[in-house]
């Protein structure tokens, strides 16, 4: 097998409050390969931007990576320095975050602000940063001439593409995506997430895409993972993720969204609410939500084991 762009060995991030540790990640094992799509799944609260927040370094106090390694290239991101982690970012690894489109500077064209990224990163002159800045609008579908335009000028659909655009600048090897179309109607988030596909086929980059839309990412994704109160507790290839499920959290996931293809149905949801990270139960986390719970699981947490090759999933039912 080849090596991963990116592994991540039994990461634990912990947000430390006077009330207590809430690990908002535990024990995630996850790895990327060159080209792949990544797709992680789960309600709200349940890590997924803690985890992207920490694989490109950029989580803050009270945010605190407790244990584990972060391997890109073989690298461990969390042994780098100051110096190294700057050329990491957007060099190898960018981000697009959530209402990424907002932040955008208001009062600086999105031409400056695309050669911006350019300049602080490559030596290059002026000019040929603007040439570039100009094709990488194109390349987002947007037109050269808007280089002069500010951010207020232009659609959140529009602005959401000049955030990709500043993301594909420099080329990097990995992007990750967390819920980057979940404030966009969904033809505009069909447009772009097909544009996206298009230009990785081109550059060949790698994507982790987070999102709780578990549909969106049956479609899009190569691999899916899902998590639940910090911990990955299923992990496949999309298709079977999506249309065969194992864990009862990940078919609670996907009844609750409805399908565009095939007969109306009931949607069903998932009772309860998510667990409190500062009063985890013993045993399964999802044992008070879950229609299968047996008596295994109030005493024992269940691990994640391989129900087939590269297909692992976490319940006691399995
Ligand atoms: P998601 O992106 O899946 O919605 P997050 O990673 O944002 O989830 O949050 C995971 C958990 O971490 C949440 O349950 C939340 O309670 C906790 N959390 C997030 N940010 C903070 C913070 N700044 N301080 C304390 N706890 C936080
Ligand atoms: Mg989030």
């Given at each position: 097998?080849?090596?991963?762009?990116?592994?991540?060995?039994?990461?634990?991030v912990d947000?430390?409050?006077?009330?207590?540790?809430?690990?908002?990640?535990?024990?995630?094992?996850?790895?990327?390969?060159?080209?792949?799509?990544?797709?992680?799944?789960?309600?709200?609260?349940?890590?997924?931007?803690?985890?992207?927040?920490?694989?490109?370094?950029?989580?803050?106090?009270?945010?605190?990576?407790?244990?584990?390694?972060?391997?890109?290239?073989?690298?461990?991101?969390?042994?780098m320095?100051?110096?190294?982690?700057?050329?990491?970012?957007?060099?190898?690894?960018?981000?697009?975050?959530?209402?990424?489109?907002?932040?955008?500077?208001?009062?600086?064209?999105?031409?400056?602000?695309?050669?911006?990224?350019?300049?602080?990163?490559?030596?290059?002159?002026?000019?040929?940063?603007?040439?570039?800045?100009?094709?990488?609008?194109?390349?987002?579908?947007?037109?050269?001439?808007?280089?002069?335009?500010?951010?207020?000028?232009?659609?959140?659909?529009?602005?959401?593409?000049?955030?990709?655009?500043?993301?594909?600048?420099?080329?990097?090897?990995?992007?990750?995506?967390?819920?980057p179309?979940?404030?966009?109607?969904?033809?505009?988030?069909?447009?772009?997430?097909?544009?996206?596909?298009?230009?990785?086929?081109?550059?060949?980059?790698?994507?982790?895409?987070?999102?709780h839309?578990?549909?969106?990412?049956?479609?899009?994704?190569?691999?899916?993972?899902?998590?639940?109160?910090?911990?990955?507790?299923?992990?496949?290839d999309?298709?079977?993720?999506f249309?065969?499920?194992?864990?009862?959290?990940?078919?609670?996931?996907?009844?609750?969204?409805?399908?565009?293809?095939?007969?109306?149905?009931?949607?069903?949801?998932?009772?309860?609410?998510?667990?409190?990270?500062?009063?985890?139960?013993?045993?399964?986390?999802?044992?008070?939500?879950?229609?299968?719970?047996?008596?295994?699981?109030?005493?024992?947490?269940?691990e994640?084991?391989?129900?087939?090759?590269?297909?692992?999933?976490?319940?006691?039912?399995?």
């Open positions: 097998m080849k090596q991963p762009l990116l592994a991540i060995n039994n990461l634990c947000y430390v409050s006077p009330n207590g540790v809430a690990r908002a990640v535990n024990n995630v094992n996850l790895t990327i390969a060159p080209g792949e799509t990544l797709g992680i799944a789960g309600e709200s609260g349940c890590g997924k931007s803690t985890l992207a927040f920490a694989i490109a370094r950029l989580h803050k106090a009270p945010a605190l990576i407790s244990e584990g390694e972060i391997l890109y290239n073989g690298r461990d991101i969390l042994k320095s100051d110096k190294a982690l700057r050329d990491f970012r957007w060099n190898d690894v960018s981000v697009v975050f959530q209402s990424a489109m907002n932040s955008l500077n208001p009062v600086i064209t999105i031409g400056e602000q695309l050669t911006d990224v350019i300049l602080a990163h490559k030596k290059v002159s002026l000019k040929d940063a603007t040439i570039k800045a100009k094709e990488l609008l194109e390349i987002v579908g947007i037109h050269g001439d808007r280089l002069s335009s500010f951010p207020h000028q232009l659609s959140g659909g529009m602005r959401q593409r000049v955030v990709i655009a500043v993301a594909l600048a420099l080329e990097p090897k990995l992007i990750i995506m967390d819920e179309t979940t404030a966009l109607d969904v033809v505009v988030e069909r447009e772009i997430l097909n544009e996206l596909y298009d230009l990785k086929e081109k550059f060949g980059f790698s994507i982790l895409f987070i999102s839309d578990l549909s969106l990412m049956g479609e899009i994704a190569d691999r899916i993972g899902v998590m639940y109160a910090g911990n990955l507790i299923e992990l496949g999309a298709k079977t993720v249309s065969k499920p194992s864990h009862p959290y990940t078919k609670g996931l996907i009844a609750s969204f409805p399908t565009i293809h095939g007969p109306k149905e009931r949607l069903y949801g998932i009772p309860g609410d998510p667990v409190n990270l500062l009063n985890l139960p013993t045993g399964c986390n999802f044992q008070a939500r879950c229609t299968e719970c047996m008596e295994v699981c109030k005493e024992k947490q269940p994640l084991q391989q129900l087939n090759p590269g297909y692992l999933a976490a319940c006691h039912i399995l």
